[in-house]
């Protein structure tokens, strides 16, 4: 840099590549990395705007039970996987947008919206069938995801032993009691 600030704003976007490959990770900064910065705030715009705008939507991976043969195999359920067809860019890639909706806050709300469009969907299916939301760390951190679960349920009429939330095992690294305590208030729905 040739002031201490453009120092310090490349040695933050040095800094930024380095977090996003793994820890220990050195990197030194690149002229490129600005574009990469740059492109990454408009995506987290274009996100926050999708989220609002109704843009996801969500596909159906199937879930079934195996056996000796595909015809004898059984579908049970369905895994509720977010989308994103971006008006401009075309289909983004869930790897590219699910870290910024984790790092910028954005996973609250498109997990809300997830778990109430998955629920809406699962109740309007002919069959009873599982239907398997993820959920993130940031969402059990923020709110009462018990109540939040509760209430689509209710609104939905999705009967309650058809919801599957699947969660990562470090959600119990950190304030593991109370995590506890939600997964119980939410398992005796």
């Not at 900064?29 to 109704?54: C, F, K, T, W």
């Not at 951190?141 to 679960?149: I, P």
Request: with cysteine; aromatic share 4%; net charge negative.
């Amino acid at each position: 840099g040739t002031d201490a600030a453009a120092l310090l704003a490349n040695a933050g976007a040095a800094l930024f590549r380095a977090k996003q490959k793994s820890r220990g990770t050195i990197s030194l900064y690149q002229p490129e990395m600005d574009q990469q910065i740059r492109d990454r705030r408009v995506l987290h715009q274009d996100l926050s705007n999708a989220i609002r705008n109704g843009e996801l939507s969500l596909a159906f991976q199937p879930q079934a039970i195996a056996r000796t043969s595909i015809a004898e195999s059984e579908i049970i359920g369905f895994e509720a996987l977010a989308r994103w067809q971006h008006p401009v860019r075309g289909q983004v890639s869930p790897a590219e947008f699910i870290p910024i909706a984790e790092e910028s806050g954005l996973i609250v709300e498109m997990g809300e919206w997830i778990l109430r469009r998955a629920c809406r969907e699962a109740a309007s299916w002919p069959k009873p069938l599982q239907v398997a939301v993820n959920l993130s760390p940031s969402q059990l951190k923020s709110g009462d995801l018990a109540q939040s679960v509760a209430g689509q349920l209710t609104a939905t009429g999705l009967t309650p032993s058809l919801l599957e939330l699947e969660v990562t095992e470090d959600i119990l690294l950190h304030d593991e009691s109370r995590v506890l305590d939600m997964f119980k208030r939410i398992q005796d729905l």
